[in-house]
């Protein structure tokens, strides 16, 4: 399988992309040069070969969802720059009408 220069141009012009000629025939070489890579794989014998989920085995690194204690309004807020009663003041974010 090869990729022609009328195929990359018209690839490019759905991309909304301008290349000269020299470009095209250097992407149409690049692009023919993946594919070329992808016949090889094609090549390998992969017969019994279970499909794999992960190459690499790894455990989650996310730690369990564990309720816990639940900290005062006081605790939650020690922190804030600003507070009004029990919660966070911010800044209006919205802009006036």
Same mark, same amino acid.
């Given at each position: ?17 301008s ?8 992407? $149409? /070489?690049?692009?023919? @040069?993946? +594919?070329?890579?992808?016949?090889? !794989?094609?090549?390998?014998d ?17 730690? $369990? /969802?564990?309720?816990? @204690?639940? +900290?005062?309004?006081?605790?939650? !807020?020690?922190?804030?720059?600003d507070r009004?009663?029990d ?11």
């Amino acid at each position: 399988m090869s990729v022609t220069i009328d195929e990359v141009r018209y690839i490019a012009e759905l991309a909304k992309l301008s290349f000269d000629d020299s470009q095209l025939r250097s992407l $149409a /070489d690049q692009m023919n @040069e993946i +594919l070329s890579h992808f016949d090889t !794989l094609r090549s390998v014998d992969t017969e019994g070969v279970e499909p794999a989920f992960r190459t690499l085995r790894r455990k989650s690194v996310f730690r $369990a /969802d564990v309720v816990g @204690e639940m +900290l005062t309004s006081d605790e939650a !807020l020690a922190n804030a720059p600003d507070r009004r009663g029990d919660h966070f003041q911010v800044p209006a974010f919205l802009p006036k009408p």
